[in-house]
């Protein structure tokens, strides 16, 4: 079926450093999401980005998250400065359309920041 | 609250056995979904449910959307079926809500 790919699959950083995430989507889909898994829990939501604009994003989506996808290439995760708390796994989806649609996940970035 | 309930929290099972895992939600659902996320980690899509009854390979699910929930039947279970089973549902075109997952183990 359709695969989400993420590139790196594991990234460590200093504290204080900036980490961009990728993100290549299914090709013809229009949505695209982050969301972030602190080991042993539960899956968060943390942006939806569409027609080049955030659409929804939660309150763990801080000021030093920002994303975008210039020219239809990757779509990315960019967070500066990093923080402790930002060490989880960050999974990338996207899908065709919205409602009954359903999401493509990728296989996620473990993100380890020291 | 806790919009996404899975239950039980985790199971063992001798390989062989079925397996039932439970997913009640509290908003209306336009999509559902079952995963299965691997001890490593990856998540592997099974099932897109929202209403009525599908079926993968020893895979059955069972949603009620009026009821607001959906089951995951998995028959004659396998020790590479071990692995945490999250239930999603999406309430409106941005997000997918997740539900804290069922952990299952099969002991061989």
């Known amino acids: 079926g359709p695969k989400v790919l993420q590139i790196p699959s594991h990234q460590i950083i200093d504290m204080g450093q900036m980490v961009t995430l990728n993100c290549d989507p299914v090709?013809?889909?229009?949505?695209f999401y982050w969301y972030k898994q602190i080991l042993g829990q539960q899956m968060e939501f943390l942006v939806n980005?569409?027609?080049?604009?955030?659409?929804?994003k939660s309150k763990l989506f801080k000021d030093q998250f920002s994303v975008e996808r210039p020219d239809g290439s990757y779509f990315t995760l960019k967070i500066q400065p990093t923080a402790l708390e930002d060490s989880a796994v960050y999974f990338c989806?996207?899908?065709?359309?919205?409602?009954?649609?359903?999401?493509?996940f990728g296989p996620g970035t473990r993100l380890t920041v020291l | 609250g806790q919009q996404v309930q899975q239950s039980p929290s985790s199971l063992v099972l001798q390989e062989g056995e079925n397996a039932e895992l439970q997913c009640n939600f509290s908003?209306?659902?336009?999509?559902l979904q079952w995963f299965y996320q691997s001890p490593g980690g990856s998540l592997v899509s099974l099932l897109s449910?929202?209403?009525g009854t599908k079926h993968t390979g020893r895979l059955t699910s069972t949603t009620v959307t009026k009821e607001r929930r959906s089951s995951l039947h998995i028959s004659s279970s396998q020790t590479t079926d071990s692995g945490t089973y999250l239930c999603?549902?999406?309430?409106?075109?941005?997000?997918?809500?997740f539900g804290k997952g069922t952990h299952l183990h099969v002991l061989p």
């Open positions: 989806a996207s899908s065709p359309g919205t409602g009954a649609y359903e999401q493509y």
């Open positions: 090709s013809n889909h229009l949505y």
């Open positions: 980005f569409y027609n080049g604009k955030v659409m929804e």
């Open positions: 908003s209306t659902a336009t999509q």
């Open positions: 449910n929202p209403s």
């Open positions: 999603a549902i999406s309430t409106n075109a941005y997000k997918v809500i």
